[in-house]
T-cell receptor, first 118, second 111 residues
Framework: GAGVSQSPSNKVTEKGKDVELRCDPISGHTALYWYRQSLGQGLEFLIY????????KSGLPSDRFSAERTGGSVSTLTIQRTQQEDSAVYLCASSRTSGTSGGHGEQFFGPGTRLTVL | GEDVEQSLFLSVREGDSSVINCTYTDSSSTYLYWYKQEPGAGLQLLTYIFSNMDMKQDQRLTVLLNKKDKHLSLRIADTQTGDSAIYFC???????????FGSGTRLQVQP
């Protein structure tokens, strides 16, 4: 596709329910990132994929958060037993490379999924 | 850990120059970025600067980097109402893939 797409654009759920957020990166981009933007905050890194592997999961806030990537393309971020503090905009980004071997590895961002936990 | 700080709000009049400032703590930063976020839209990369540069100009945008003071600024010349948005400063350290973002500066352009 032309850009990074994310679905759903909005998700309202009840505390304690599980949610799945989807990201479709730009075709051919090997690196994929998940970030979270809470109200009035900057973006907080969650997890990074290179291909289907996740060499950096250091930003996942708890074991309720997990993510996977299949076929080197689509990624799903799953939040189990959602809490009110999980309410945020979840942003996905992709880049052609990870940028560590030269070049700045520009990250292209999707429009985000706004998650509201009641 | 790494930290990036920005002021929260800036208001300018149309046609004036805007200067948005950012400070960071990671001395190993290799690239520094400015992103723009408009309501309902994803982040758009405006410009970036490599850490061995001290200035980069791109049309109305000028980025200044003071590596000694770990200070980055974005100057927008002839600011227009369409420049109203939130501007995020971000940095990437050596060997890291993820970006560390500031909390964003909301630029309001008054006609």
């Amino acid at each position: 596709g032309a850009g990074v797409s994310q679905s759903p654009s909005n998700k309202v759920t009840e505390k304690g329910k599980d949610v799945e957020l989807r990201c479709d990166p730009i075709s051919g981009h090997t690196a994929l990132y998940w970030y979270r933007q809470s109200l009035g905050q900057g973006l907080e890194f969650l997890i990074y994929f290179q291909g289907n592997s996740a060499p950096d999961k250091s930003g996942l806030p708890s074991d309720r958060f997990s993510a996977e990537r299949t076929g080197g393309s689509v990624s799903t971020l799953t939040i189990q037993r959602t809490q009110q503090e999980d309410s945020a905009v979840y942003l996905c980004a992709s880049s052609r490379t990870s940028g560590t071997s030269g070049g700045h590895g520009e990250q292209f961002f999707g429009p985000g999924t706004r998650l509201t936990v009641l | 850990g790494e930290d990036v700080e920005q002021s929260l709000f800036l208001s300018v009049r149309e046609g004036d120059s805007s200067v948005i400032n950012c400070t960071y703590t990671d001395s190993s930063s290799t690239y520094l970025y400015w992103y723009k976020q408009e309501p309902g839209a994803g982040l758009q990369l405006l410009t970036y600067i490599f850490s061995n540069m001290d200035m980069k100009q791109d049309q109305r945008l000028t980025v200044l980097l003071n590596k000694k003071d770990k200070h980055l600024s974005l100057r927008i010349a002839d600011t227009q109402t369409g420049d109203s948005a939130i501007y995020f400063c971000a940095e990437r350290g050596t060997g890291r893939r993820a970006l560390t973002f500031g909390s964003g500066t909301r630029l309001q352009v008054q006609p």
